[in-house]
């Protein structure tokens, strides 16, 4: 199984700061690497697939890099809707896995 | 519009069985690959099955032999058949479709949970 760290696992910001969350592999998956936020209560939303690729009506200030063990996730001047908790998960080779979550708090 | 659209959950005893199922709308099942995810109370994401296009399914280690995932192309509908439930399987089960055809990701439906208890 490939092996996933997410870090922060908690990150305290303020609104209109950039924020970058990290995800790294144990081994390289290319670029089958996809990113979540998921809101109190609610399901998890698609913002990137492919490890850049912005989901279809995903504000642009969500970007992601990086390929092969290291990934990144930036939101380049944070909302208040922003504030959630975020996943990115590998669907390279089976079983397929998720990071451990980032939860975005407001500082 | 898609939507995915999650029954079956509710409290069963350990060793009980439970069948999911999934209807979606928008779409249909047999042309995207189709997964569940589970979300066990305040804890992260863990994936449990896939089934593709052409009926391939994977399952995590930790529910392979006890849990299958199948489709009913007529009803639109997918399933998941939980046996020999366990305390550990208590979670809220997530339907979800490929994201983006032939590039990944996951859309989700709203969950329905699933409570594993004497």
């Known amino acids: 199984a490939i092996w996933m760290t997410q870090s922060p696992s908690l990150l305290s910001a303020s609104t209109g700061d950039r924020v970058t969350i990290s995800c790294r592999m144990s081994?390289?998956?290319?670029?089958?690497l996809a990113w979540y936020q998921q809101k109190p209560g609610k399901a998890p939303e698609l913002l990137i697939y492919?490890?850049?690729t912005l989901q279809s009506g995903v504000p642009s200030r969500f970007s992601g890099s990086g390929s092969g063990t290291d990934f990144t996730l930036t939101i380049s001047c944070l909302q208040s809707e922003d504030f959630a908790t975020y996943y990115c998960?590998?669907?390279?080779?089976?079983?397929?896995?998720f990071g451990q979550g980032t939860k975005v708090e407001i500082k | 519009e898609v939507q995915l659209v999650e029954s079956g959950g509710g409290l069963v005893q350990p060793g009980g069985s439970l069948r999911l199922s999934c209807a979606a709308s928008?779409?249909?099942?047999?042309?995207?690959?189709m997964s569940w995810v589970r979300q066990a109370p305040g804890k992260g994401l863990e994936w449990v099955s896939v089934?593709?296009?052409?009926?391939?399914?994977y399952y995590a280690d930790s529910v392979k032999g006890r849990f299958t995932i199948s489709r009913d192309n007529s009803k639109n509908t997918l399933y998941l058949q939980m046996n020999s439930l366990r305390a550990e399987d208590t979670a809220v089960y997530y339907c979800?479709?490929?994201?983006?055809?032939?590039?990944?990701?996951?859309?989700w439906g709203q969950g329905t949970l699933v409570t594993v208890s004497s």
């Open positions: 081994q390289g998956i290319s670029s089958y």
């Open positions: 998960q590998q669907y390279y080779s089976f079983p397929w896995t």
């Open positions: 928008g779409f249909t099942v047999s042309s995207n690959y």
């Open positions: 492919a490890a850049s």
């Open positions: 979800a479709r490929e994201g983006v055809v032939g590039w990944g990701g996951l859309d």
């Open positions: 089934i593709y296009s052409g009926g391939s399914t």
